[in-house]
T-cell receptor, first 113, second 114 residues
C-alpha cells in the first residue's frame, strides 16, 4: 500500500535555529513529490515539486531534497513567519492517471522570536 | 499567477438546505479538483475533473454533487448534508494531464453544518 509518513509531528525552533523536516514514502513508483505550506484555516500553498532522486530545489530559507525513500525540507535560519504546517504529498504510479495525491499527516512548525 | 479563488469563504447551513460552493481559476488549467479537509488532517480527494469531464469520484456520498460548467469554473452543490460534513473544502487546479502535475490550491470554504 502506498504510504507517506512525515516526522516530526511538531517542531519548535528558536528564530535562526536551522532544522529539517522529513517525509518518508513507500509507493509503487514515484511520479512526483510535492511540498506545501498551510497556515491555519487556509488552503495549502505550493512550495516545491521533485521528480527524481538527487533533485534539489530552493526558495528563500527553504530547500527540498529527494532520495529514493525520503525527502527533506531544510529550513535555514527560520523566522517566526515560517510558522505553519508543512505537508508532503506524493503521486504514485499505482494511482494510475487520477492525479490523486497521497498526503502525509504534516509537520507543524513553530518558530519563536 | 497561480491563483485559485473560492467563494464563499464561510458557509453555515442546516441539514435541509441546498447550497453551492464555487471555484474559479484563470491560469488556463484543464484539470480541477475538490478536496475535503478536517481539522488537523491532510486534504482528502473527492472529485477530479479533466477537460470539463468528471474523471474521478472517490466514492463521495450523493449529497455532494460536482459540476464543471466550463474550463475555468468548478461548483460543488450541497444538499441534505450531515454535521460530520463540516470541514474546509478546498479546490485545486493543474495544467491538464493530471499525472505528475503540481496542483495549486484555493483558500478554501469553511463549511459548518448545523
Amino acid at each position: 500500500e502506498d504510504q507517506v509518513t512525515q516526522s516530526p509531528e511538531a517542531l519548535r525552533l528558536q528564530e535562526g535555529e536551522s532544522s529539517s523536516l522529513n517525509c518518508s514514502y513507500t509507493v509503487s513508483g514515484l511520479r512526483g513529490l510535492f511540498w506545501y505550506r498551510q497556515d491555519p484555516g487556509k488552503g495549502p500553498e505550493f512550495l516545491f515539486t521533485l521528480y527524481s532522486a538527487g533533485e534539489e530545489k530552493e526558495k528563500e530559507r527553504l530547500k527540498a531534497t529527494l532520495t529514493k525513500k525520503e525527502s527533506f525540507l531544510h529550513i535555514t535560519a527560520p523566522k517566526p513567519e515560517d510558522s505553519a504546517t508543512y505537508l508532503c504529498a506524493v503521486q504514485a504510479q499505482g494511482s494510475g492517471n487520477t492525479g490523486k495525491l497521497i498526503f502525509g499527516q504534516g509537520t507543524t512548525l513553530q518558530v519563536k522570536p | 499567477d497561480t491563483e485559485v479563488t473560492q467563494t464563499p469563504k464561510h458557509l453555515v447551513m442546516g441539514m435541509t438546505n441546498k447550497k453551492s460552493l464555487k471555484c474559479e481559476q484563470h491560469m488556463g488549467h484543464r484539470a480541477m479538483y475538490w478536496y475535503k479537509q478536517k481539522a488537523k488532517k491532510p486534504p482528502e480527494l473527492m472529485f477530479v475533473y479533466s477537460y470539463e469531464k468528471l474523471s474521478i469520484n472517490e466514492s463521495v456520498p450523493s449529497r455532494f454533487s460536482p459540476e464543471c460548467p466550463n474550463s475555468s469554473l468548478l461548483n460543488l452543490h450541497l444538499h441534505a448534508l450531515q454535521p460530520e460534513d463540516s470541514a474546509l473544502y478546498l479546490c485545486a487546479s493543474s495544467q491538464g494531464t493530471i499525472a505528475e502535475e503540481t496542483q495549486y490550491f484555493g483558500p478554501g470554504t469553511r463549511l459548518l453544518v448545523l
